[in-house]
């Protein structure tokens, strides 16, 4: 069974950074798209970054500049790398990957304090 779990979350204080990291685990052959999406309370889930085999990349235009994911195959590992953090970054984190299937993470808590 194919697993994703996130970390590196928590409470930070606006203009801080974090990194989130999310590893997959299991029977996965070959990762086609990882990124990270969130939900911040009240509104729909939206993508914030996203990463291709090829490693192109897609940002929402909130986080441009901000964030950066990035990924290691050799570890089945997604990154997302965010400084300048807003309090409307608050939200709860969730990293995605495409193979076959898509696969989601169970998510983790970012919390930006003004």
């Known amino acids: 069974q194919v697993q994703l779990v996130e970390s590196g979350g928590g409470l930070v204080q606006a203009g801080g950074s974090l990194r989130l990291s999310c590893v997959a685990s299991?029977?996965?052959?070959?990762?086609?798209?990882m990124g990270w999406y969130r939900q911040a309370p009240g509104k729909q889930r939206e993508l914030v970054a996203s990463?291709?085999?090829?490693?192109?990349?897609n940002y929402s235009d909130a986080v441009k500049g901000r964030f950066t994911i990035s990924r290691d195959n050799s570890k089945n590992t997604v990154y997302l790398q965010m400084t300048s953090l807003k309090p409307e970054d608050t939200g709860v984190y969730y990293c995605?990957?495409?193979?076959?299937?898509?696969?989601w993470g169970q998510g983790t808590q970012v919390t930006v304090s003004s």
């Open positions: 299991g029977p996965i052959s070959s990762i086609n798209t």
């Open positions: 995605k990957i495409v193979t076959v299937r898509t696969y």
């Open positions: 990463m291709s085999k090829g490693r192109s990349t």
